[in-house]
C-alpha cells in the first residue's frame, strides 16, 4: 500500500519516468529525470502545432491595396486572378502552376511567384463591377472554393476543448482531495474507492510501550492483538473476538495511537481512514467507498481498520427530518458491512469519537461495536509517564522534576502535555541553553494554561494598579477558603488574548467529585477579584467578566444538573436538544415550566449576590493584607506560591497596629 511499488503504480505521470535498469539501486544515487505533467506536453504540443499552421499560412509577400489591385488590372499587368474565399491573388504571367485543390497556400504562391511572374495579394470585394473589371480587361480569372484547414479545425474543435475539460475535471477533484486514487488522479471512476491510509504488514511501528496514562484502556484492547495473533487459541473454545471496539474520550487522549498500538502489536495491516472521508457532494458515494474498504480489508485479513471521528457517519437518526441524505445512506452500508464480515475471519473494526451521545444506538449494540473502552485523561501518575515518553529524546537537566509538572497540569491529555515538552524545549533553545530547565517546564505549563506571556503591551498605572488588587483578591480569598486549591504563583503580566494577570492555582491532587461545600468555595474564589476592586478603590471594572461566567455557570448547574437548590432539592431540571427544528437545529427545549425557568434565574441571582457580599467582608477584615501583598505585586510582578504562603503565614506581623 505505501511501499515505493504502488506509490509508482498510482502515480498518474508515472509513464513519463525513467525506470532504473534491473539489478541497479534505482534513482537514489543518480539524478532524477524530472516529471513531466500532461498538461505541459499538451500545451507544447497545440503550441507547436499553431506555428507551423502558422507558417504554412504565411505569405512572403506583402498586401497591395484593392484600389492598386485593380489599377495593376486596368493597366495589363495581372492577367490572371484567383478569388479565394478571404484573399484576391493576380499573376502577371498567364501560367501558373496553380493547385489542384483550389486552395493557395504559400508554398504553392512563393512557387508560382518564381517560375510564372510577380503576384499580387490583396483582400476585396466579389462585385458585379469588379467582374466587368475584369471582363473587360480579358483577364482569366477563376474561383477556389472555400478550404478549411484540417489540422487548424481538429484541433480547436476536438482537441482544445477535452484537453481544456480535463484539465478543468483534474483541477476539481484535486480540490476536492480526490487525486492520487487508483492511479485516476481523481478521475470519476475512482470517485467511490476508500481513501483510506493503509499501512502494510509490519510498517506500523507503534507499541503498548507508546502509550502511557490509559493502562485500563490498553488491558481491554490486549485481547484484540492476542485474538489477531494466535485466533485458533479463541475459535477452538468457540468464544468470539468482540467485532467492533469503539474509543471513547476527549480530544488528545490518544485514541489513535491506541489504534496504531494494537496493529503494531499484532503485526497485521492497519487500514485508517476519517468518517468524514466517506461523505462527498455525489449521491452514494458514501456508501461506496464504505463497500470498497471493507472489500480491500477482506482481502488483507487479519488486518485492523480504523475509523477516526466516527460521529461523522454515524450520527443518531432519531432527530433527522431527512430520512434519504448522504449522511444516512453510508451509515446504513457501514452497518450492513459490520454485520456482513464474521468475527473469525480476523478482520477488526476500531473506531474513535469524542462524541458517544450522538451515536446512533444500531451502532451500538452487540454485534457491531460490542465493547466500548473510555480513553479518558490521565491521572497524575499517568501524566508522569506520558512526560517520560515524550521527553525521551529531549535533553533535560538534572533538576528537572516531571513528578511536579506532573502535578501541575491537572486535567491535561497526552497531547498537552506532548506540547509542554515541546514549548519548554523551544524556550530553553530561545534562551540560549543546552538543556532544558525546570524554568522552562514551568513558562511552558503557564503558557499552555494562560496563554502567551505579553510583556510588551504597555498598560496604565492606575490599570495596572486594579489589575494588582483583582488578582491579589483572587488569591486572598483562595487563602482563606476551606478546601480551595492552593495558590501556585501570583501574576500581573498580561497573557493571552486579554488576560491582564492571573491567579494560577494547583489541587494538591486530582478530584472527581465535588461537595456543595467546595462548589461555594469555587464561587467565592471567582468573586474574589471584583470584591477586592470595590473593597479598595469602591468601584468595579470590566476585567471579573470572565470570573462573573464561570460562577454563573456553577450555580446554574448546581440548580438544575446537581439537585442543589432549596426549592427542587434533588430534582435535575434538564434541557435536551430539539427534534422539532430539524437536525442539527441549535435550540434547546425545557423540560420545565416558565415559572420555574424564572425561579432558576432569581436563584442564581440571590445566590451570587450572598456569596459576593460575604467574599467582600472576609477581604475587608484583611485590608491590610491586601494592601501589603498588591504593593508587592506591583512592584514584582511576579509573587511564588511559597513566598504567598509566607506572607499570608505572618500575617499577624504584617497587620496594621
Given at each position: 500500500?505505501?511501499?515505493?511499488g504502488?506509490?509508482?503504480k498510482n502515480?498518474?505521470?508515472?509513464?513519463f519516468?525513467f525506470?532504473?535498469?534491473?539489478?541497479s539501486?534505482?534513482?537514489k544515487n543518480g539524478?532524477k529525470?524530472?516529471?513531466?505533467?500532461?498538461w505541459?506536453?499538451l500545451?507544447?504540443v497545440?503550441?507547436v502545432?499553431?506555428?507551423?499552421?502558422?507558417?504554412m499560412l504565411?505569405?512572403?509577400?506583402?498586401?497591395v491595396p484593392f484600389?492598386?489591385?485593380?489599377?495593376?488590372?486596368?493597366?495589363?499587368?495581372i492577367?490572371?486572378v484567383e478569388?479565394g474565399t478571404?484573399?484576391?491573388v493576380?499573376?502577371?504571367?498567364?501560367t501558373?502552376?496553380g493547385?489542384s485543390t483550389?486552395?493557395t497556400?504559400?508554398?504553392?504562391?512563393f512557387?508560382n511567384s518564381?517560375?510564372s511572374?510577380k503576384a499580387?495579394?490583396t483582400?476585396?470585394?466579389?462585385?458585379?463591377?469588379?467582374?466587368?473589371?475584369l471582363?473587360?480587361a480579358?483577364v482569366?480569372?477563376s474561383v477556389?472554393p472555400?478550404?478549411?484547414?484540417f489540422i487548424l479545425d481538429?484541433i480547436?474543435?476536438?482537441?482544445?476543448?477535452?484537453a481544456?475539460?480535463?484539465l478543468m475535471?483534474r483541477?476539481?477533484?484535486?480540490r476536492?482531495g480526490?487525486?492520487?486514487m487508483g492511479?485516476?488522479?481523481?478521475?470519476i471512476?475512482?470517485a467511490?474507492q476508500?481513501?483510506?491510509?493503509?499501512?502494510?504488514?509490519g510498517?506500523?511501528t507503534?507499541?503498548?510501550?507508546d502509550?502511557?496514562?490509559?493502562?485500563?484502556?490498553k488491558?481491554?484492547?490486549v485481547?484484540?492483538?492476542?485474538?489477531?495473533?494466535?485466533p485458533?487459541?479463541?475459535t477452538d473454545?468457540g468464544?468470539?473476538?468482540?467485532?467492533?471496539?469503539l474509543l471513547?474520550g476527549?480530544?488528545?487522549?490518544?485514541k489513535?495511537l491506541?489504534a496504531r498500538a494494537?496493529a503494531g502489536?499484532?503485526?497485521?495491516?492497519?487500514?485508517r481512514?476519517?468518517?468524514s472521508d466517506?461523505?462527498e457532494?455525489f449521491?452514494?458515494?458514501?456508501?461506496?467507498r464504505v463497500?470498497?474498504?471493507f472489500k480491500q480489508?477482506?482481502e488483507k485479513?487479519?488486518?485492523?481498520?480504523?475509523?477516526?471521528e466516527?460521529?461523522a457517519i454515524?450520527?443518531?437518526?432519531?432527530?433527522s427530518m431527512n430520512s434519504?441524505?448522504e449522511?444516512?445512506?453510508?451509515l446504513?452500508?457501514l452497518?450492513?458491512e459490520?454485520d456482513?464480515?464474521?468475527g473469525s475471519?480476523?478482520?477488526i473494526?476500531?473506531?474513535?469519537?469524542?462524541?458517544?451521545?450522538?451515536l446512533?444506538p444500531a451502532?451500538l449494540?452487540?454485534g457491531?461495536?460490542?465493547?466500548?473502552?473510555?480513553?479518558?485523561?490521565?491521572d497524575v501518575?499517568g501524566?508522569?509517564?506520558?512526560l517520560k515518553i515524550?521527553?525521551?529524546n529531549v535533553?533535560?537537566?538534572?533538576?528537572?522534576d516531571l513528578?511536579v509538572i506532573?502535578?501541575?497540569t491537572?486535567?491535561?491529555?497526552?497531547a498537552?502535555?506532548?506540547?509542554?515538552i515541546?514549548?519548554?524545549?523551544l524556550?530553553?533553545v530561545r534562551?540560549g541553553r543546552k538543556?532544558?530547565y525546570?524554568?522552562d517546564l514551568?513558562e511552558?505549563?503557564e503558557?499552555?494554561i494562560a496563554?502567551?506571556?505579553?510583556?510588551?503591551r504597555?498598560?496604565?498605572?492606575d490599570?495596572?494598579?486594579?489589575?494588582?488588587?483583582?488578582?491579589?483578591?483572587h488569591a486572598?480569598?483562595a487563602a482563606?477558603?476551606e478546601?480551595?486549591d492552593k495558590?501556585?504563583?501570583?501574576?500581573i503580566?498580561?497573557?493571552?488574548?486579554?488576560?491582564l494577570?492571573?491567579?494560577?492555582?494547583?489541587p494538591?491532587?486530582d478530584r472527581y467529585?465535588?461537595?456543595e461545600?467546595?462548589?461555594?468555595?469555587?464561587?467565592?474564589?471567582?468573586?474574589?477579584g471584583?470584591?477586592?476592586?470595590e473593597?479598595a478603590?469602591?468601584i468595579?471594572?470590566?476585567?471579573a467578566?470572565n470570573?462573573?461566567s464561570?460562577a454563573?455557570?456553577?450555580?446554574r448547574?448546581m440548580i438544575?444538573?446537581?439537585?442543589?437548590s432549596?426549592?427542587?432539592?434533588n430534582v435535575?431540571?434538564?434541557q435536551?436538544?430539539?427534534?422539532y427544528?430539524?437536525a442539527g437545529d441549535?435550540k434547546?427545549?425545557r423540560?420545565?415550566?416558565?415559572?420555574?425557568?424564572q425561579y432558576?434565574?432569581e436563584e442564581i441571582?440571590r445566590?451570587i449576590?450572598?456569596?459576593y457580599?460575604?467574599?467582600?467582608?472576609?477581604?475587608?477584615?484583611k485590608?491590610g493584607?491586601l494592601d501589603y501583598?498588591a504593593?508587592?505585586?506591583?512592584?514584582?510582578e511576579?509573587?511564588?506560591?511559597?513566598?504567598f504562603a509566607?506572607?499570608?503565614?505572618a500575617?499577624?506581623s504584617?497587620a496594621?497596629?
Open positions: 500500500m505505501s511501499d515505493s504502488n506509490d509508482n502515480d498518474p505521470y508515472n509513464f519516468k525506470s532504473p535498469e534491473p539489478g539501486s534505482g534513482p539524478p529525470m524530472p516529471k513531466i505533467p500532461v505541459a506536453i500545451l507544447a497545440f503550441a502545432l499553431l506555428i507551423v499552421n502558422y507558417l504565411s505569405r512572403s509577400d506583402s498586401l484600389s492598386e489591385f485593380k489599377r495593376r488590372i486596368s493597366s495589363g499587368e492577367v490572371r478569388l478571404n484573399y484576391f493576380g499573376y502577371t504571367s498567364a501558373s502552376l493547385n483550389g486552395q497556400s504559400a508554398i504553392n504562391l512557387q518564381q517560375s511572374g499580387y495579394r483582400v476585396g470585394l466579389l462585385t458585379e463591377d469588379f467582374v466587368k473589371l471582363d473587360s480579358q482569366t480569372y477556389n472555400e478550404q478549411k484547414n481538429f480547436l474543435q476536438w482537441i482544445l476543448p477535452f481544456i475539460f480535463f475535471w483541477f476539481v477533484m484535486k476536492m480526490g487525486g492520487g492511479g485516476l488522479g481523481g478521475s471512476f475512482s467511490g476508500a481513501r483510506s491510509a493503509a499501512v502494510e504488514e510498517k506500523v507503534a507499541r503498548f510501550s502509550v502511557a496514562g490509559v493502562d485500563e484502556a488491558e481491554e484492547l485481547e484484540v492483538v492476542d485474538f489477531l495473533k494466535f485458533k487459541k479463541y473454545i468464544g468470539k473476538i468482540p467485532r467492533g471496539v471513547v476527549p480530544p488528545g487522549t490518544g489513535t491506541l494494537v502489536e499484532a503485526g497485521v495491516p492497519f487500514f481512514i476519517s468518517g466517506f461523505v457532494m449521491v452514494g458515494v458514501g456508501a461506496s463497500r470498497d474498504l480489508a477482506r485479513a487479519p488486518c485492523i481498520i480504523f475509523i477516526d466516527l460521529d454515524g450520527k443518531s437518526r432519531l432527530n434519504n441524505d449522511r444516512e445512506q453510508t446504513n452500508q452497518l450492513v459490520m456482513g464480515f464474521d475471519s480476523g478482520l473494526l476500531l473506531a474513535a469519537t469524542n462524541r458517544p451521545d450522538v446512533d451502532l449494540r452487540p457491531r461495536f460490542d465493547r466500548q473502552v473510555v480513553v479518558d485523561r490521565p501518575k501524566r508522569e509517564q506520558i515524550h521527553s525521551k535533553k533535560l537537566s538534572r533538576e528537572v513528578a506532573a502535578r501541575s491537572s486535567g491535561s491529555s497526552g498537552d502535555l506532548a506540547n509542554i515541546n514549548e519548554a524545549a524556550l530553553a534562551a538543556e532544558v525546570m524554568v514551568n511552558a505549563v503558557k499552555a496563554g502567551l506571556q505579553k510583556k510588551s504597555v498598560i496604565k498605572e490599570e495596572r494598579k486594579i489589575v494588582a488588587y483583582h488578582e491579589t483578591g486572598l480569598t482563606f477558603t478546601g480551595a495558590v501556585h504563583k501570583v501574576s503580566i498580561p497573557r493571552g488574548i486579554a488576560a494577570g492571573y491567579t494560577m492555582q494547583i494538591e491532587e467529585l465535588k461537595t461545600k467546595e462548589l461555594m468555595g469555587e464561587i467565592d474564589g471567582l468573586l474574589g471584583r470584591a477586592a476592586e473593597v478603590f469602591g468595579v471594572s470590566t476585567g467578566s470570573d462573573l464561570r454563573t455557570d456553577i450555580v448547574s438544575t444538573d446537581y439537585g442543589m432549596e426549592r427542587f432539592r435535575a431540571l434538564s435536551h436538544g430539539a427534534g427544528g430539524g441549535p434547546l427545549v423540560d420545565y415550566s416558565e415559572t420555574t425557568q432558576i434565574d441571582a445566590v449576590n450572598e456569596r457580599e460575604a467574599v467582600k467582608s472576609r477581604i475587608g477584615e485590608r493584607l501583598i504593593n508587592r505585586l506591583l512592584e514584582k511576579i509573587i511564588e506560591g511559597k513566598e509566607e506572607i499570608v503565614s500575617e499577624a504584617l496594621p497596629s
